[in-house]
């Protein structure tokens, strides 16, 4: 470990101690993991305190970890993820926090700490179905007025449930269920009769 990184593990350990329930390095980064409880207090005092001093959120992204690295998962299944940026310091750090309810995850905004999470929020409540409470504006973003369901979900259909098109007798767009039948699209693999054989000759 770098002497920055170090550095910045020890004061968080400090300024956060056992509120952070654990913490990895990964990629040059550290990655601490918080309980919904505690998330609002860590990451006020990430931003304040001026030994971290996290000026910045950079990013924030819902994880579904229903499948993880191709197996199963024992723990809780959603998770928002933020990515931290300190200028003063030079450092950055990602916070995990796991929704404790897979059927209704519900995760407390941080709009009130950074307001550039607005959007962020937004996105991760459209796609994933992550609620934040204490969102002044907490609507779909990218997905379509009628959408049903989340289509980051891992159990979402990679074809969706409905599609829409334009009905030239109705004069209108209208909404109807999925048409397209699902397939397998594994290539089809043709090669030349002795293909990768070595010629020991």
């Known amino acids: 470990m770098s ?21 990895q390095i990964a990629f040059g980064e550290i990655t601490i993991d918080v309980d919904v409880g505690d998330y609002l207090e860590v990451m006020t005092t990430l931003r304040d305190e001026p030994e971290l001093r996290f000026e910045e959120l950079m990013d924030l992204c819902g994880v579904d970890y229903s499948t993880y690295k191709n197996s199963a998962w024992t723990g809780k299944r959603f998770a928002a993820v933020s990515h931290l940026v300190s200028i003063a310091h030079n450092w950055r750090v990602r916070v995990r926090c796991f929704a404790p309810d897979d059927d209704f995850p519900s995760i407390p905004s941080i709009t009130s700490i950074w307001n550039s999470v607005n959007w962020f929020e937004r996105e991760a409540f459209d796609l994933f179905g992550i609620v934040f409470p204490g969102h002044n504006d907490l609507r779909r973003i990218l997905t379509d007025y009628g959408f049903i369901g989340h289509p980051f979900r891992k159990d979402f259909p990679i074809s969706g449930y409905v599609e829409m098109r334009y009905d030239p007798d109705q004069q209108r767009v209208i909404y109807q269920p999925v048409t397209i039948e699902p397939r397998e699209i594994t290539p089809r693999i043709v090669r030349e009769e002795g293909y990768g054989e070595v010629d020991n000759a």
């Open 3 to 23: 002497a920055k990184l170090d550095l910045l593990s020890q004061n968080l350990q400090q300024h956060c101690g056992n509120r952070i329930t654990s913490q």
